[in-house]
Protein backbone atom coordinates (compact mmCIF):
# COMPACT_ATOMS: atom_id res chain seq x y z
CA UNK A 1 0.00 0.00 0.00
CA UNK A 2 1.10 2.99 -1.09
CA UNK A 3 2.02 5.87 1.22
CA UNK A 4 1.88 9.83 1.44
CA UNK A 5 5.50 9.98 2.45
CA UNK A 6 6.44 7.75 -0.70
CA UNK A 7 4.57 10.15 -2.69
CA UNK A 8 6.43 12.57 -1.74
CA UNK A 9 10.11 12.00 -0.21
CA UNK A 10 11.83 14.48 2.05
CA UNK A 11 16.08 14.63 2.25
CA UNK A 12 15.48 14.42 5.89
CA UNK A 13 14.91 11.47 8.38
CA UNK A 14 11.45 11.53 9.77
CA UNK A 15 9.69 8.72 11.94
CA UNK A 16 8.04 7.15 8.82
CA UNK A 17 11.87 5.98 8.11
CA UNK A 18 12.34 3.91 11.48
CA UNK A 19 9.71 1.66 9.85
CA UNK A 20 8.31 1.18 13.47
CA UNK A 21 11.85 -0.43 15.21
CA UNK A 22 14.62 1.46 16.55
CA UNK A 23 17.90 2.46 13.95
CA UNK A 24 21.45 2.53 15.07
CA UNK A 25 23.57 4.78 13.01
CA UNK A 26 27.03 6.47 12.97
CA UNK A 27 27.71 9.85 12.99
CA UNK A 28 29.50 11.04 9.76
CA UNK A 29 29.29 14.51 10.21
CA UNK A 30 27.59 17.28 12.23
CA UNK A 31 27.04 20.74 10.56
CA UNK A 32 24.52 23.61 9.12
CA UNK A 33 22.45 23.60 6.22
CA UNK A 34 19.95 26.57 4.70
CA UNK A 35 16.34 24.54 5.78
CA UNK A 36 12.70 26.49 4.90
CA UNK A 37 11.21 28.03 7.78
CA UNK A 38 7.53 28.49 7.41
CA UNK A 39 7.74 30.81 10.32
CA UNK A 40 10.30 32.86 8.77
CA UNK A 41 9.34 32.52 5.51
CA UNK A 42 12.45 31.85 3.82
CA UNK A 43 15.59 29.41 4.13
CA UNK A 44 16.88 29.83 7.58
CA UNK A 45 20.41 27.76 8.73
CA UNK A 46 19.53 24.93 10.84
CA UNK A 47 21.91 22.32 12.85
CA UNK A 48 22.11 18.67 11.07
CA UNK A 49 23.43 15.27 11.59
CA UNK A 50 25.14 13.09 8.56
CA UNK A 51 25.37 9.73 8.86
CA UNK A 52 27.79 7.13 7.59
CA UNK A 53 25.02 3.93 6.94
CA UNK A 54 22.05 6.76 5.57
CA UNK A 55 21.72 9.13 2.71
CA UNK A 56 19.04 11.47 4.59
CA UNK A 57 20.05 13.77 7.26
CA UNK A 58 18.78 14.45 11.14
CA UNK A 59 17.23 17.98 11.59
CA UNK A 60 18.86 18.26 14.94
CA UNK A 61 17.20 20.52 17.27
CA UNK A 62 18.59 21.12 20.81
CA UNK A 63 17.12 18.04 22.42
CA UNK A 64 18.59 16.23 19.97
CA UNK A 65 22.47 17.42 20.25
CA UNK A 66 22.15 17.56 24.02
CA UNK A 67 21.18 13.56 24.09
CA UNK A 68 24.51 13.00 21.43
CA UNK A 69 26.89 15.06 23.50
CA UNK A 70 25.46 12.96 26.80
CA UNK A 71 26.03 9.79 24.53
CA UNK A 72 29.51 11.02 23.33
CA UNK A 73 30.33 12.56 26.85
CA UNK A 74 31.67 15.70 25.22
CA UNK A 75 29.91 18.66 23.76
CA UNK A 76 33.02 18.96 21.44
CA UNK A 77 31.05 18.77 17.72
CA UNK A 78 34.27 17.16 16.42
CA UNK A 79 34.18 14.51 19.32
CA UNK A 80 31.18 13.33 17.72
CA UNK A 81 32.17 11.78 14.35
CA UNK A 82 32.22 8.49 14.53
CA UNK A 83 29.64 8.17 17.74
CA UNK A 84 26.84 5.45 17.19
CA UNK A 85 23.36 6.55 18.04
CA UNK A 86 20.16 4.89 18.00
CA UNK A 87 17.04 6.76 16.69
CA UNK A 88 13.90 6.12 18.30
CA UNK A 89 10.05 6.95 18.02
CA UNK A 90 8.34 8.35 21.20
CA UNK A 91 4.95 10.51 20.92
CA UNK A 92 5.43 14.04 21.98
CA UNK A 93 2.98 15.76 23.15
CA UNK A 94 3.25 20.27 22.11
CA UNK A 95 0.21 22.71 21.08
CA UNK A 96 -2.71 20.35 22.50
CA UNK A 97 -1.34 17.63 19.98
CA UNK A 98 0.36 14.25 20.09
CA UNK A 99 3.27 14.05 17.59
CA UNK A 100 5.47 11.23 16.54
CA UNK A 101 8.99 12.61 16.93
CA UNK A 102 12.53 10.84 16.77
CA UNK A 103 14.65 10.99 19.29
CA UNK A 104 18.17 9.71 20.06
CA UNK A 105 19.82 7.60 23.07
CA UNK A 106 22.93 5.55 23.12
CA UNK A 107 22.85 1.99 21.04
CA UNK A 108 20.85 -0.98 23.47
CA UNK A 109 23.49 -3.50 24.18
CA UNK A 110 22.16 -6.78 22.24
CA UNK A 111 23.78 -9.84 23.70
CA UNK A 112 24.50 -13.58 21.56
CA UNK A 113 20.93 -15.20 21.27
CA UNK A 114 18.77 -12.77 22.34
CA UNK A 115 16.59 -13.03 19.69
CA UNK A 116 16.22 -16.93 20.81
CA UNK A 117 15.65 -15.38 24.17
CA UNK A 118 13.03 -12.80 23.25
CA UNK A 119 10.92 -15.58 21.16
CA UNK A 120 10.77 -17.95 24.18
CA UNK A 121 9.83 -15.27 26.31
CA UNK A 122 6.74 -14.31 24.02
CA UNK A 123 5.77 -17.96 23.53
CA UNK A 124 6.04 -18.01 27.58
CA UNK A 125 3.25 -15.38 27.81
CA UNK A 126 0.80 -17.00 25.45
CA UNK A 127 1.06 -19.83 28.07
CA UNK A 128 0.94 -18.06 30.76
CA UNK A 129 -2.21 -15.07 30.16
CA UNK A 130 -1.84 -12.35 32.73
CA UNK A 131 -5.05 -11.08 34.38
CA UNK A 132 -5.81 -7.79 32.19
CA UNK A 133 -7.94 -5.12 33.80
CA UNK A 134 -11.47 -5.74 32.48
CA UNK A 135 -12.23 -2.05 31.34
CA UNK A 136 -8.71 -2.04 29.74
CA UNK A 137 -9.66 -5.35 27.09
CA UNK A 138 -13.75 -4.08 26.88
CA UNK A 139 -11.79 -1.09 25.52
CA UNK A 140 -10.25 -2.43 22.91
CA UNK A 141 -13.12 -4.06 21.42
CA UNK A 142 -15.16 -1.53 21.70
CA UNK A 143 -12.17 1.30 19.45
CA UNK A 144 -12.81 -1.81 17.10
CA UNK A 145 -8.55 -2.78 17.70
CA UNK A 146 -9.89 -6.17 17.95
CA UNK A 147 -12.67 -8.59 17.34
CA UNK A 148 -13.23 -9.91 20.84
CA UNK A 149 -12.13 -9.93 23.97
CA UNK A 150 -10.51 -13.26 23.69
CA UNK A 151 -8.93 -11.61 21.15
CA UNK A 152 -7.56 -8.92 22.79
CA UNK A 153 -5.78 -10.89 26.06
CA UNK A 154 -4.12 -12.96 22.77
CA UNK A 155 -2.65 -9.52 21.81
CA UNK A 156 -1.80 -7.72 24.98
CA UNK A 157 -0.26 -10.98 26.58
CA UNK A 158 2.65 -10.20 23.74
CA UNK A 159 3.36 -6.99 25.17
CA UNK A 160 5.32 -5.91 27.42
CA UNK A 161 2.87 -3.67 29.13
CA UNK A 162 2.60 -4.82 32.99
CA UNK A 163 -0.89 -4.79 35.01
CA UNK A 164 -0.06 -1.48 36.48
CA UNK A 165 0.14 0.53 33.25
CA UNK A 166 -2.03 -1.36 31.20
CA UNK A 167 -4.98 1.28 31.43
CA UNK A 168 -1.98 4.10 30.51
CA UNK A 169 -0.51 2.56 27.83
CA UNK A 170 -2.85 -0.49 26.46
CA UNK A 171 -4.93 1.57 23.96
CA UNK A 172 -2.13 3.26 22.47
CA UNK A 173 -0.06 0.33 22.12
CA UNK A 174 -3.15 -2.23 20.54
CA UNK A 175 -3.73 0.83 18.15
CA UNK A 176 -0.31 1.13 17.03
CA UNK A 177 -0.42 -2.91 16.75
CA UNK A 178 -3.66 -2.71 14.76
CA UNK A 179 -2.30 -0.26 12.11
CA UNK A 180 0.99 -2.07 11.61
CA UNK A 181 -1.01 -5.37 10.80
CA UNK A 182 -3.33 -3.37 8.43
CA UNK A 183 -0.85 -1.14 6.64
CA UNK A 184 2.11 -3.68 6.65
CA UNK A 185 0.11 -6.28 6.50
CA UNK A 186 2.08 -8.37 9.37
CA UNK A 187 0.96 -10.77 11.48
CA UNK A 188 0.14 -10.25 14.71
CA UNK A 189 3.85 -11.56 16.92
CA UNK A 190 6.01 -9.15 14.82
CA UNK A 191 3.62 -5.87 14.64
CA UNK A 192 3.69 -6.43 18.78
CA UNK A 193 7.39 -7.19 19.01
CA UNK A 194 7.58 -3.77 17.05
CA UNK A 195 5.16 -2.09 19.13
CA UNK A 196 7.28 -3.22 22.17
CA UNK A 197 9.66 -1.02 20.87
CA UNK A 198 7.88 2.04 20.46
CA UNK A 199 6.21 1.36 23.87
CA UNK A 200 9.72 1.84 25.28
CA UNK A 201 9.60 5.54 24.06
CA UNK A 202 6.09 6.16 25.41
CA UNK A 203 6.59 4.58 28.86
CA UNK A 204 10.08 6.82 29.11
CA UNK A 205 8.36 9.73 27.92
CA UNK A 206 5.48 9.45 30.15
CA UNK A 207 8.19 9.58 33.07
CA UNK A 208 9.89 12.16 31.93
CA UNK A 209 6.35 14.18 31.60
CA UNK A 210 6.18 13.53 35.44
CA UNK A 211 9.51 15.05 36.83
Known sequence: MTSLDEIYPKPHLR????????????????????IWDKKAGR????????????KKYLIAKEILLNAVADI??????????????????????????????????????????????????RRAR????????????KGIVAENLAASELEAVKALNLSDLT??????????????????????????ELAAEKANSKLQGLMSNGSSNKK
Open 15 to 34: VYDLDGRPLVLTIKSVTQIP
Open 43 to 54: KMPKWVIYFQEH
Open 72 to 121: AGSRQLKDWIGTRVELYEVQDESFGDVWDVIRLRAPQQIQEGNEGDAAEE
Open 126 to 137: QRKPRNWPAEVV
Open 163 to 188: IKNAAQFAMRWMAYVSRLMEEKELDL
